[in-house]
């Protein structure tokens, strides 16, 4: 259930949203392949891990933390947003 959420929202914002999405990741994401979706920013962010924090065997740990924790903060923002505009 919670994937099936995240899958519509992922594909509402991405042909809903203003801006302009490369072709290539609009394909991705209708198709469900989120990794691909999001792989070079994911590349991106291991890749500054591993330059900040090269002795700390863990690192991986500490990536996959701040992504929860980030999500944590969107989904509360959503939600707060979603509740405002019920009101």
């Known amino acids: 259930m919670r994937y099936e959420d995240f ?3 992922l594909v ?4 809903n949203t203003p801006g302009d999405t490369p072709e290539a990741q ?3 994401v209708l198709e469900r392949r989120f ?3 999001f792989r070079e920013e994911m590349t991106q962010a291991k890749d500054l891990i591993g330059r900040r ?7 991986m740990a500490v990536l996959a933390e701040a992504l ?9 923002a959503a939600a707060r947003s ?3 505009s019920r009101a």
């Open 82 to 84: 979603s509740a405002e």
């Open 26 to 28: 609009r394909r991705a």
């Open 68 to 76: 929860k924790e980030q999500i944590a903060l969107e989904r509360s």
């Open 53 to 59: 924090f090269p002795d700390m065997p863990d690192r």
């Open 7 to 9: 899958r519509k929202r």
């Open 12 to 15: 509402d914002a991405v042909l």
């Open 35 to 37: 990794s691909e979706t």
